[in-house]
């Protein structure tokens, strides 16, 4: 699986749209990009996941760039409960390891 | 929604002791992990299983081993805990073919 690389920590306002970006630039043409996060104590949580096309879902929404060596994970209005390490994650289909990263420290401020 | 089920958020055990880490998930999925995670160094793969009775290691199994006799469950074992087990274990599901894992809440493991 691709190697992923992702700023160690975030602030953002609450109320305003949480912009978290990742690059996987050695990422193959196979790999999906996956997003989880975790809330501080609890176990990672799944967000998104996207080959190519930029997607949504009732959590946030996923933009991939078109040669797919970056993304950016979109909370369009954080919340306070929105403080969590998000992670990045480029992964091939089939097998079974999921790599986890450092992530990114995100502290959404009130 | 997956739910997945560990047994205990807190526990607490002595040197030498055994212990049993249980996990229990209720969307039928085939596959099933154990993770640690510690400060520092993220979260690592210490068994994952694929179907009932099947297991493989992951990356760090050393001092560990498991157990799936119902699809449902997946049981981790200390057989000797030591200090250096001390550590947040977590469980995650998926089903097959699909590499999205549902995690449980964690057990935070201490050993004295």
């Known amino acids: 699986d691709a190697k992923t690389t992702q700023p160690t920590s975030m602030d953002c306002a609450e109320g305003r749209a949480a912009n978290l970006p990742c690059n996987h630039s050695t990422i193959s043409g196979n790999e999906y990009v996956y997003w989880y996060r975790q809330i501080h104590s609890q176990g990672p949580q799944y967000i998104i996941h996207g080959l190519k096309n930029n997607e949504t879902n009732e959590m946030a929404s996923l933009i991939i760039t078109e040669d797919r060596k970056s993304s950016t994970l979109i909370l369009p209005h954080a919340t306070l409960r929105d403080t969590a390490v998000y992670y990045c994650?480029?992964?091939?289909?089939?097998?079974?390891?999921?790599?986890f990263g450092a992530g990114t420290r995100l502290f959404v401020k009130a | 929604d997956v739910k997945v089920t560990q047994s205990s958020r807190y526990l607490v055990k002595r040197t030498g002791e055994k212990v049993f880490l249980e996990c229990v998930q209720d969307?039928?999925?085939?596959?099933m992990f154990w993770y640690r995670q510690d400060p520092g160094l993220g979260l690592r793969l210490i068994y994952f299983?694929?179907?009932?009775?099947?297991?493989e290691k992951g990356d760090i199994p050393e001092g560990y081993s498991v157990s799936r006799e119902k699809k449902e469950r997946f049981s981790l074992i200390l057989e000797s805990a030591s200090t250096n087990q001390t550590s947040m274990y977590l469980c995650?599901?998926?089903?097959?073919?699909?590499?999205?894992?549902?995690f449980g809440s964690g057990t935070q493991l201490s050993v004295l």
């Open positions: 994650i480029a992964r091939n289909t089939g097998g079974f390891k999921t790599i």
């Open positions: 995650a599901s998926s089903p097959s073919g699909n590499e999205k894992l549902f």
């Open positions: 969307m039928d999925h085939e596959n």
């Open positions: 299983s694929y179907d009932v009775k099947m297991k």
